[in-house]
């Protein structure tokens, strides 16, 4: 069956401009999560959905970032007057429970290159 | 402040061989582990999981191993095959929260199995 899919999978943006990142769950997937992954490091959590909702977006690292949600599914992570530090490979990650416990379904990722 | 660390950021092992990959972590709240693998350009696949409760978890030629009272965890790759060299994070969650049970990562170990 189809993963999760993330899009573009490369971003090049100018300092300054806004992005947006989308992220397609597997289907039926309740919990949906953001994941930031900085060059040689682990993902680093962002923000969780279950369903529409967002429920911790403690990992948010401004107000330069934002996520929705809208229907349940879709996701899109926007990062406004991006900045050089915001370059890393943002990952969304699916789960089928509530809870998200266990294991998480992760996307490809979306590699932003802020110049 | 790096709740989970994976110290070591490389590993060479000929195939056939055992891979011992480790993890330790400092919250004493985290009661479930995971073992995550990576190819380049894709995101990270589930590869194993214990809980807590467990000091040892098994499938098929991976086996985590779990000391609590060290706050340490190992991954055990018998035999090692060449299609096992990736990227290895190292995973912690603390099932506190009823919701978003979001991953804490290590920074990861690349795994070079040699032919």
């Known amino acids: 069956g189809a993963g999760v899919s993330q899009s573009p999978r490369y971003k090049v943006a100018k300092r300054g401009q806004d992005v947006a990142l989308r992220c397609d769950p597997i289907?039926?997937?309740?919990?949906l999560f953001w994941y930031q992954q900085a060059l040689g490091q682990g993902p680093e959590f962002l923000t969780y959905?279950?369903?529409?909702?967002?429920?911790?977006k403690s990992g948010l690292p401004s107000d330069r970032f934002f996520a929705e949600r809208p229907e349940g599914s879709v996701s899109t992570l926007k990062i406004q007057r991006t900045q050089q530090e915001d370059s890393a490979v943002y990952l969304c990650?699916?789960?089928?429970?509530?809870?998200?416990?266990?294991?998480?379904?992760f996307g490809p990722g979306t590699r932003l290159t802020v110049t | 402040d790096q709740q989970v660390k994976q110290n070591s950021p490389s590993l060479s092992v000929q195939e056939g061989r055992i891979s011992i990959l480790n993890c330790d972590y400092t919250n004493s709240m985290f009661d479930y582990f995971l073992w995550y693998k990576k190819y380049p350009a894709e995101g990270p696949t589930f590869l194993i999981s214990i809980s807590s409760i467990k000091d040892k978890n098994e499938d098929g030629r991976f086996t985590v191993f779990l000391n609590k009272s060290a706050k340490h965890l190992s991954l055990h790759i018998v035999p090692s095959q060449p299609g096992d060299s990736a990227v290895y994070f190292c995973a912690a969650s603390d099932r506190v929260e009823e919701y978003g049970n979001k991953l804490v990562f290590g920074a990861g170990t690349i795994l070079r199995v040699k032919s």
């Open positions: 990650a699916s789960s089928p429970g509530l809870a998200g416990v266990g294991e998480q379904y």
């Open positions: 959905f279950q369903n529409e909702a967002q429920l911790d």
């Open positions: 289907s039926g997937h309740v919990s």
